[in-house]
């Protein structure tokens, strides 16, 4: 969970298709990023999904008649045109669509998007003939021309039978387009690159040395940058996690294969942040094959791997270089050490044996040092919400 909703007041659009029992997941995620929704309804969305379920999940009543007297909401609704941060209109139907394009404004929800004001972001489900037709993309070539945000359908089998696209995306991502949708650009034509995750080096086909890094901070600086404007490459480790929208992720394993992968791209960066958690040893040798039990101990020789960050900071010439630092005390004496040692701008400390810092957690405790001598405590936030302070102080450093 981030910070991008918090507190915005949200119209959600609900048009008659059989993809509006996922507006109602769209909803909850909504609510559960703290933002304030409100529902306007179609007559024919009524069919697949009772206003009853979204009252009960946004706590407000549904706008869905222009003439119902008893409902507040439809007295209301042009007010919140007027409140609205962002509209969200999913599914939008071929019919409803070619409303809006055209200023036809027949229902409550088709008179609700001629005054709005603030962002909109259409996302089409369809049958894939009619996602196709001339006059639906005609349509929403106007849309585009307006200004609202379009966002492509999956592809994939449809609930008529067809093939192709046409399908409503999965909620969490109409949900990350309206966070994008949301956030500064300020990183609008910056090149970042960000390393994630633990490596692993094995000892032989079935064992490996690594660390328990679950990736997820380096994933939040990369979905926070790309939803800033970023061209944004990941290189990532051995994680369980989805990939983010419209990053480009290079996979590997190896301290090595991530070594090569940075420097292969470092060049064409412009910042570069690096949190992966990178094994310093790697084993002498692998063995070919398993490891048999043998003796009561058993000894093994490791060698160094290189240490990247450093090396990079060696190569860098204007690029903004951001590390971080894993420590387990003196956490100030470390990571200032490392902030020299390696020529970085910015260090991000934490200390991972606290309960809510650390591999594996959803939150972060983390200390920023800048290359300045100052540094910046924050207090134990979502590990989003701790991209987002230091992607704004990497722009405050693009900007001096």
């Known amino acids: 969970m981030g910070t991008e909703l918090k507190g915005k007041n949200i119209v959600l659009g609900v048009c008659g298709g059989i993809a509006a029992y996922k507006s109602v997941e769209l909803l909850r995620l909504l609510t559960k990023e703290g933002a304030k929704v409100r529902v306007l309804m179609t007559d024919n969305a009524k069919w697949f999904v009772g206003p009853g379920t979204f009252e009960a999940l946004s706590g407000r009543p549904v706008c869905s008649n222009l003439f119902d007297h008893n409902d507040d909401a439809a007295i209301g609704h042009i007010s919140w045109a007027e409140e609205a941060h962002a509209v969200v209109i999913a599914p939008a139907t071929a019919n409803f669509i070619g409303k809006i394009a055209n200023g036809i404004a027949d229902d409550a929800l088709s008179t609700f998007m001629l005054a709005v004001t603030s962002t909109v972001l259409i996302c089409p489900s369809m049958n894939t003939n009619m996602y196709l037709s001339p006059p639906l993309q005609r349509n929403l ?18 609930a008529c039978g067809t093939h192709g696209p046409g399908r409503l995306p999965d909620p969490d991502v109409i ?29 032989d086909p079935v064992r490996f040395i690594s660390n328990p890094s679950s990736g997820k901070m380096g994933y939040a600086i ?3 940058a790309e939803h800033r404007g970023a061209d944004v490459t990941l290189i990532a480790g051995p994680v369980n996690l989805p990939k983010p929208y419209k990053v480009e992720v290079i996979r590997v394993r190896t301290a090595a294969e991530m070594a090569d992968a940075v420097f292969q791209r470092f060049d064409n960066a412009d910042v570069i942040v690096k949190t992966a958690a990178v ?3 790697r084993p002498h040798t692998t063995a070919p094959q398993k490891i048999k039990k043998g003796e009561e101990e058993l000894i093994l020789k490791l060698v160094k791997n290189q240490d990247i960050l450093k090396e990079l900071g060696r190569r860098k010439t204007n690029q903004i270089l951001v590390g971080f630092a894993a420590e387990t005390q003196s956490l100030e004496k470390h990571a200032g050490e490392k902030l020299e040692k390696k020529n970085l701008d910015i260090i991000v400390g934490n200390l991972v044996n606290i309960p ?19 540094q910046e405590d924050l207090p134990v936030m979502e590990k989003e919400e701790v991209a987002q302070i230091l992607l704004d102080r990497i722009s405050d450093i693009m900007g001096g």
């Open 141 to 158: 070539r106007t849309l585009a021309e307006d200004g609202l945000l379009i966002f492509d359908p999956d592809s994939g089998d449809l």
């Open 175 to 203: 949900l990350d387009r309206l966070k994008a949708s949301l956030s500064p650009r300020d990183f609008e034509g910056k090149r970042i690159l960000v390393t994630a995750g633990p490596t692993q080096e094995p000892l």
């Open 222 to 224: 990369a979905r926070i």
């Open 279 to 281: 094994s310093d040893y």
């Open 356 to 374: 809510a810092s650390g591999f594996q957690t959803d939150t972060n405790k983390v200390t920023l040092f800048f290359r300045n001598g100052t």
